[in-house]
């Protein structure tokens, strides 16, 4: 029997008409939730406690896969190839998406083309934090210490957005720290911890378990206000340096031409998964402020990201690695 040859216009009828059954299927098999950093660390904790609950609304399991290196650039680009059918999806960073492409040159994706927002989850701030029998236990501390030995001013980080703040504080301190940089943040965190750098600038969760533990002690904040997760630490603000009140965040994000329909159904469940109380006071127990948003909002953030940031790396004349 030949084949009906369709016209062009019964060919995008006929892609419409299917589409929508296809997304209305989804999903029929396991979610990958693609971490740019190593198992354990704050990226990768927060993504374990999505994914659980995101796995029982969605009816399959959602698997969290972590492919660290290059300050997270590995597991963005990977996500950025990936076949957009909603079964790759990435937790992506404002480090990974609107820092590397200000401080890096060989960034081989574009953060707002490549991909789909469906959701921001969280944003969180970010810490400076000493070892509790280290010589210096508060910000003025240090900062005297490293000028009385410029030899071991250094600090440990694992994402650009924590060398940032490093040179940051260096243009408004007057310090000379040099980053140690790490593969993920426990490698960094457990690098204070064992007295091997002098401070360690990280996530509010990869910092917060040695806190608890009572080996590291938190000397500055990014907050704009005291945070309630970290009660007594000081904002860098209020220890008279400017430019440092910073919130980072992450977000759910699908490979760009993943279907509307899909991307509306993650969303969907993430807002649900966020909004348990449960998760709420997970999220808040490790220094997350929990939130939102819709695909909308979540690209023009990552908009005004990209420009604030490409001007903060321009302003301290840091050259592109």
């Given at each position: 029997?030949?084949?009906?040859?369709?016209?062009?216009?019964?060919?995008?009828?006929?892609?419409?008409?299917?589409?929508?059954?296809?997304a209305?299927?989804?999903?029929?098999?396991?979610?990958?939730?693609?971490?740019?950093?190593?198992?354990?660390?704050?990226?990768?904790?927060?993504?374990?406690?999505?994914?659980?609950?995101?796995?029982?609304?969605?009816?399959?399991?959602?698997?969290?896969?972590?492919?660290?290196?290059?300050?997270?650039?590995?597991?963005?680009?990977?996500?950025?190839r990936?076949?957009?059918?909603?079964?790759?999806?990435?937790?992506?960073?404002?480090?990974?998406?609107?820092?590397?492409?200000a401080?890096?040159?060989?960034?081989?994706?574009?953060?707002?083309?490549?991909?789909?927002?469906?959701?921001?989850?969280?944003?969180?701030?970010?810490?400076?934090?000493?070892?509790?029998?280290?010589?210096?236990?508060?910000?003025?501390?240090?900062?005297?210490?490293?000028?009385?030995?410029?030899?071991?001013?250094?600090?440990?980080?694992?994402?650009a957005?924590?060398?940032?703040?490093?040179?940051?504080?260096?243009?408004?301190?007057?310090?000379?720290?040099?980053?140690?940089l790490?593969?993920?943040?426990?490698?960094?965190?457990?690098?204070?911890?064992?007295?091997?750098?002098?401070?360690?600038i990280?996530?509010?969760?990869?910092?917060g378990?040695?806190?608890?533990?009572?080996?590291?002690?938190?000397?500055?904040?990014?907050?704009?206000?005291?945070?309630?997760s970290?009660?007594?630490?000081?904002?860098?603000?209020?220890?008279?340096?400017?430019?440092?009140?910073?919130?980072?965040?992450?977000?759910?994000?699908?490979?760009?031409?993943?279907?509307p329909?899909?991307?509306?159904?993650?969303?969907?469940?993430?807002?649900?998964?966020?909004?348990?109380?449960?998760?709420?006071?997970?999220?808040?127990?490790?220094?997350?402020?929990?939130?939102?948003?819709?695909?909308?909002?979540?690209?023009?953030?990552?908009?005004?990201?990209?420009?604030?940031?490409?001007?903060?790396?321009?302003?301290?004349?840091?050259?592109?690695?």
């Amino acid at each position: 029997m030949p084949c009906k040859r369709l016209s062009a216009g019964a060919v995008v009828l006929a892609a419409f008409v299917h589409a929508p059954a296809f997304a209305n299927d989804y999903p029929t098999r396991p979610v990958r939730l693609v971490v740019g950093y190593t198992a354990g660390g704050g990226s990768d904790i927060l993504a374990r406690v999505l994914a659980q609950k995101m796995s029982e609304g969605l009816g399959v399991q959602v698997v969290v896969e972590n492919r660290p290196g290059a300050a997270s650039m590995i597991a963005t680009e990977y996500v950025a190839r990936a076949a957009p059918d909603g079964y790759t999806i990435l937790l992506g960073a404002s480090g990974a998406l609107a820092i590397n492409p200000a401080l890096y040159k060989e960034v081989k994706y574009d953060a707002a083309r490549d991909f789909a927002p469906i959701s921001l989850v969280a944003s969180l701030p970010v810490l400076m934090a000493v070892n509790k029998s280290g010589p210096a236990q508060s910000l003025p501390e240090l900062l005297a210490y490293a000028k009385a030995h410029p030899e071991k001013a250094n600090y440990s980080s694992a994402a650009a957005p924590f060398r940032l703040i490093g040179e940051q504080l260096n243009l408004q301190a007057g310090s000379r720290f040099q980053e140690i940089l790490y593969k993920g943040s426990t490698d960094a965190v457990n690098a204070a911890i064992a007295n091997d750098v002098l401070a360690t600038i990280s996530d509010s969760i990869s910092i917060g378990a040695g806190l608890k533990t009572g080996k590291l002690k938190a000397i500055a904040i990014t907050s704009r206000a005291e945070h309630p997760s970290f009660p007594g630490v000081p904002t860098f603000t209020s220890l008279g340096l400017k430019g440092l009140d910073v919130q980072l965040w992450q977000g759910l994000l699908a490979p760009a031409g993943t279907p509307p329909a899909i991307v509306d159904r993650l969303q969907r469940e993430v807002h649900r998964v966020i909004a348990l109380p449960e998760v709420q006071q997970r999220y808040a127990a490790m220094g997350l402020d929990p939130e939102t948003s819709t695909a909308a909002e979540f690209s023009r953030l990552i908009a005004s990201e990209l420009t604030r940031w490409s001007g903060i790396v321009k302003a301290a004349g840091i050259e592109k690695l």
